[in-house]
């Protein structure tokens, strides 16, 4: 045995790795937090129980209810003769649906052979031949699924929501980048808008709106257009000062250094803004379906709906490929905009002779698909892969669900989690008097942040119950924090296992790319046939629908930790646990919060499309509002929702980590 000398917790360089919790609990800035927090409680608590008790005091609810009833009602009522209806968002509406039919009706013009070769050609000139490659095969899957005019009609909506929410979120953040006062107020409601659940975004649009396509493309964009302000205003507020100033020394105006410096400085944050969009618009394409969307999403949802396997892998396939194919496109032509620095930009935008071929080709295979006569897919290419699916689910249904020796099936896990893990929390978090709740919120927030965070984390825990909304959220609250943690503990270790092993990193990569593009209703499905309806499928879908984000940064984090650190550490003996513990987990700290951080947002948005299943709680009051069109009931719950998310990001990211930014 080999005595290795252990590693300073300073680390191998002498440089100061970031506080944990034991260090916190250490000093005696933490003691005297501790101190503090004990005397306010042993003087607070006694007063408040004698005069509220345990639950949340009906004295310190506000109704909101009844002011958003009205509204609604106002709304339904006027949406036929009101002028802001009439001249304004009547408009919009059909501009929105004389858009997304046009594109619609560009695709039926060209056909599957034009469609098919437009898009394989334009990602070989964008990323090459391997990604057209991938492109090529997925149009085809998607014929041979019979999923050909679904896919057109979401690749429809998708170009036109895409194009509308990169302009909204790049003006939003032209104008967060080139102004501090802006980029204050924006934040938070940037926040807001991307912690707020799908779900609570339709209710409002479907009332002003209706269920169609404007409402489903309204609520896209509403969606997936904070990634791209986000990324805008942090490419513009990083640009290189040296280079600003030389501008403005040369005479420069404030518009010439915008357009000849700062923009071309972040044009790498402005495309990868791109593709974070288009990834969240397509997330949403499932979720509009609720609401009258045709294409895929739609008959994901129909399949949620009779619980049809086979049905909804053939629709979640293409989604899958479409996300795929333009996650790399966009991607690769970052990488490229990033590398090139000539000022004539990118070889693959110059070329006016390539992109001339690329149309030509197209129009020519158009044209050939049409003197064929079929535009679109030819049915008798379709392969039914319903039936074998719905087979298998069902062997596995019959096998697993019961009766398996030893571990027993997946209805006694369901059970087994639910009474021993669900149940507890929940009855512990609901029995815990509401004023020991927001204490225990304000200690954890202020022993890894300052009072400022400990302030935002308490007062929305208590506009949580300000709300009247208390106890379900104590419940959906229980349902994020178990899913959490298995959450973290299984990404933490896979994405540990990956980070030292480049065989296992590349054999999870394609299995995390389908996980992370798959769509959220997509997980119910299958979880719904193993485990039944209940609490305990809705943490389930929701840890496989963000384990591949916590895999994914924990091993980028480890991967990017300096080698020389860890080459010294090998130099002084220390075996690979402590090179891990003490150099390797310390060092990657920063993206180890990330992953906290993506992990309670992720789990917190299949916890409340749970409520699709048996979830309970706010997910259940969401799904009810937009089902009834009670605008009180679902938006209030979202609110809540909201607020959980907030005080969950406060309690688990050190202060130092927001104000160095989260990212996008």
Same mark, same amino acid.
């Given at each position: 045995?080999?005595?290795?000398?252990?590693?300073?917790?300073?680390?191998?360089?002498?440089?100061?790795?970031?506080?944990?919790?034991?260090?916190?609990?250490?000093?005696?800035?933490?003691?005297?937090?501790?101190?503090?927090?004990?005397?306010?409680?042993?003087?607070?608590?006694?007063?408040?129980?004698?005069?509220?008790?345990?639950?949340?005091?009906?004295?310190?609810?506000?109704?909101?209810?009844?002011?958003?009833?009205?509204?609604?009602?106002?709304?339904?009522?006027?949406?036929?003769?009101?002028?802001?209806?009439?001249?304004?968002?009547?408009?919009?509406?059909?501009?929105?649906?004389?858009?997304?039919?046009?594109?619609?009706?560009?695709?039926?013009?060209?056909?599957?052979?034009?469609?098919?070769?437009?898009?394989?050609?334009?990602?070989?000139?964008?990323?090459?031949?391997?990604?057209?490659?991938?492109?090529?095969?997925?149009?085809?899957?998607?014929?041979?699924?019979?999923?050909?005019?679904?896919?057109?009609?979401?690749?429809?909506?998708?170009?036109?929501?895409?194009?509308? @929410?990169? *302009? /909204?979120? =790049?003006?939003?953040?032209? &104008? +967060?980048? %080139?102004? $501090? !006062?802006?980029?204050?107020? #924006?934040?938070?409601?940037?926040?807001?808008?991307?912690?707020?659940?799908?779900?609570?975004?339709?209710?409002?649009?479907?009332?002003?709106?209706?269920?169609?396509?404007?409402?489903?493309?309204?609520?896209?964009?509403?969606?997936?257009?904070?990634?791209?302000?986000?990324?805008?205003?942090?490419?513009?507020?990083?640009?290189?000062?040296?280079?600003?100033?030389?501008?403005?020394?040369?005479?420069?105006?404030?518009?010439?250094?915008?357009?000849?410096?700062?923009?071309?400085?972040?044009?790498?944050?402005?495309?990868?803004?791109?593709?974070?969009?288009?990834?969240?618009?397509? @997330?949403? *394409? /499932?979720? =509009?379906?609720?609401?009258? &969307? +045709?294409? %895929?999403? $739609? !008959?994901?949802?129909?399949? #949620?709906?009779?619980?049809?396997?086979?049905?909804?892998?053939?629709?979640?396939?293409?989604?899958?490929?479409?996300?795929?194919?333009?996650?790399?496109?966009?991607?690769?032509?970052?990488?490229?905009?990033?590398?090139?620095?000539?000022?004539?930009?990118?070889?693959?935008?110059?070329?006016?002779?390539?992109?001339?071929?690329?149309?030509?080709?197209?129009?020519?295979?158009?044209?050939?698909?049409?003197?064929?006569?079929?535009?679109?897919?030819?049915?008798?290419?379709?392969?039914?892969?319903?039936?074998?699916?719905?087979?298998?689910?069902?062997?596995?249904?019959?096998?697993?669900?019961?009766? /398996?020796?030893?571990?027993?099936?997946? &209805?006694?896990?369901?059970?087994?989690?639910?009474?021993?893990? #669900?149940?507890?929390?929940?009855?512990?978090?609901?029995?815990?008097?509401?004023?020991?709740?927001?204490?225990?919120?304000?200690?954890?927030?202020?022993?890894?942040?300052?009072?400022?965070?400990?302030?935002?984390?308490?007062?929305?825990?208590?506009?949580?119950?300000?709300?009247?909304?208390?106890?379900?959220?104590?419940?959906?609250?229980?349902?994020?924090?178990?899913?959490?943690?298995?959450?973290?503990?299984?990404?933490?270790?896979?994405?540990?296992?990956?980070?030292?092993?480049?065989?296992?990193?590349?054999?999870?990569?394609?299995?995390?790319?389908?996980?992370?593009?798959?769509?959220?209703? /997509?997980?119910?499905?299958?979880?719904? &046939?193993?485990?039944?309806?209940?609490?305990?499928?809705?943490?389930?879908?929701?840890?496989?629908?963000?384990?591949?984000?916590?895999?994914?940064?924990?091993?980028?984090?480890?991967?990017?930790?300096?080698?020389?650190?860890?080459?010294?550490?090998?130099?002084?003996?220390?075996?690979?646990?402590?090179?891990?513990?003490?150099?390797?987990?310390?060092?990657?700290?920063?993206?180890?919060?990330?992953?906290?951080?993506?992990?309670?947002?992720?789990?917190?948005?299949?916890?409340?499309?749970?409520?699709?299943?048996?979830?309970?709680?706010?997910?259940?009051?969401?799904?009810?509002?937009?089902?009834?069109?009670?605008?009180?009931?679902?938006?209030?719950?979202?609110?809540?929702?909201?607020?959980?998310?907030?005080?969950?990001?406060?309690?688990?990211?050190?202060?130092?980590?927001?104000?160095?930014?989260?990212?996008?």
């Amino acid at each position: 045995m080999s005595t290795a000398t252990p590693v300073s917790p300073r680390g191998t360089l002498g440089v100061d790795t970031p506080k944990g919790p034991a260090q916190i609990l250490a000093n005696r800035r933490g003691l005297a937090k501790l101190l503090l927090l004990a005397v306010v409680a042993a003087v607070v608590v006694p007063l408040l129980s004698a005069k509220y008790g345990a639950a949340w005091p009906h004295a310190l609810t506000v109704d909101v209810s009844g002011p958003l009833d009205k509204t609604s009602s106002w709304i339904i009522d006027n949406r036929d003769s009101h002028w802001l209806f009439v001249y304004f968002l009547g408009h919009l509406s059909n501009a929105v649906v004389l858009s997304v039919r046009g594109v619609y009706l560009l695709l039926l013009a060209l056909g599957w052979t034009g469609v098919t070769a437009g898009v394989t050609l334009l990602a070989w000139r964008v990323a090459g031949w391997r990604i057209a490659l991938t492109a090529l095969l997925s149009f085809v899957v998607s014929g041979l699924l019979g999923m050909w005019v679904p896919t057109m009609q979401t690749l429809a909506l998708m170009v036109v929501a895409v194009v509308v @929410s990169v *302009a /909204v979120g =790049a003006l939003l953040g032209l &104008a +967060a980048g %080139l102004s $501090d !006062r802006l980029f204050r107020i #924006l934040r938070p409601v940037l926040d807001t808008m991307q912690v707020l659940p799908a779900f609570a975004y339709l209710l409002p649009v479907v009332l002003v709106f209706g269920i169609g396509v404007p409402a489903a493309l309204l609520a896209t964009v509403i969606y997936a257009a904070p990634p791209m302000a986000r990324l805008t205003a942090l490419g513009l507020r990083g640009a290189d000062a040296g280079v600003l100033e030389a501008s403005a020394s040369l005479g420069a105006t404030g518009r010439q250094r915008l357009l000849t410096a700062r923009l071309p400085l972040a044009r790498k944050e402005l495309l990868l803004g791109v593709n974070q969009t288009i990834m969240m618009a397509l @997330s949403m *394409a /499932v979720i =509009a379906s609720v609401i009258g &969307a +045709a294409g %895929l999403g $739609d !008959r994901v949802y129909q399949a #949620l709906a009779s619980v049809d396997v086979g049905a909804a892998l053939a629709a979640a396939i293409p989604i899958v490929l479409l996300a795929i194919v333009m996650d790399r496109t966009t991607a690769a032509a970052g990488e490229k905009i990033g590398a090139d620095t000539s000022a004539a930009g990118p070889a693959f935008l110059r070329g006016w002779r390539a992109w001339t071929g690329v149309a030509v080709v197209t129009a020519a295979l158009a044209l050939l698909g049409r003197l064929s006569g079929s535009l679109v897919w030819p049915t008798g290419w379709a392969v039914d892969i319903a039936h074998p699916v719905n087979d298998f689910k069902e062997w596995m249904v019959n096998h697993l669900y019961s009766g /398996v020796p030893v571990v027993g099936g997946t &209805a006694d896990w369901a059970a087994h989690f639910t009474n021993w893990v #669900l149940n507890p929390l929940r009855d512990g978090l609901t029995a815990l008097p509401w004023y020991g709740t927001l204490l225990l919120v304000a200690a954890l927030a202020w022993l890894i942040g300052t009072w400022r965070t400990a302030l935002t984390a308490v007062l929305a825990m208590a506009a949580i119950g300000v709300l009247g909304v208390w106890k379900p959220s104590m419940n959906t609250l229980s349902q994020v924090l178990a899913a959490l943690v298995v959450t973290l503990v299984l990404g933490f270790a896979i994405g540990i296992l990956a980070a030292g092993s480049k065989r296992l990193e590349a054999i999870l990569r394609p299995v995390l790319d389908v996980m992370q593009t798959m769509p959220q209703f /997509v997980y119910l499905i299958p979880v719904v &046939a193993l485990f039944a309806v209940g609490r305990a499928p809705a943490a389930a879908a929701a840890v496989v629908y963000a384990l591949p984000a916590v895999i994914r940064i924990t091993t980028q984090g480890l991967r990017q930790v300096d080698p020389a650190a860890m080459e010294s550490a090998r130099s002084l003996g220390a075996t690979r646990w402590q090179i891990l513990r003490q150099v390797q987990l310390p060092l990657a700290r920063p993206a180890l919060l990330l992953a906290v951080n993506q992990g309670v947002v992720l789990v917190l948005a299949v916890v409340i499309i749970g409520g699709l299943v048996g979830g309970g709680a706010l997910g259940y009051d969401v799904v009810t509002g937009l089902a009834t069109g009670d605008l009180g009931l679902g938006l209030v719950a979202g609110v809540a929702i909201v607020c959980l998310g907030l005080m969950l990001d406060r309690v688990t990211q050190p202060t130092e980590r927001r104000t160095t930014g989260k990212g996008a």
